[in-house]
């Protein structure tokens, strides 16, 4: 059964900019899920992993303007890129989908 998504209380949202160099946040301990928001202006490619992780632009596309949910059980950080431009990112840790 899917459950609404569940912001951790004890963290706050996170920025992330991306660009054509790859970037990380840390995943907040006991988060099982990213619910990540592109501000764009351009598509981000987003992945999760051990810390230090790296996003490539084979990663799962986040296109500007839209919300995507990702399940990260198991995986300490966060991390995207873009092919061009910037994408401006709000990523907030949480429980559900």
Do not use: H, K
């Amino acid at each position: 059964m899917d459950t609404p998504f569940e912001l951790n209380q004890n963290t706050q949202t996170q920025s992330l900019a991306a660009t054509g160099v790859t970037s990380n946040v840390t995943i907040p301990a006991g988060c099982l899920t990213a619910r990540v928001y592109n501000a764009g202006p351009s598509l981000a490619y987003v992945a999760a992993g051990a810390a230090g992780t790296a996003a490539t632009t084979a990663g799962v596309p986040v296109p500007p303007g839209y919300v995507e949910v990702f399940s990260i059980a198991q995986q300490a950080a966060f991390a995207a890129i873009t092919s061009s431009g910037t994408a401006a990112l709000s990523i907030s840790f949480g429980w559900g989908t």
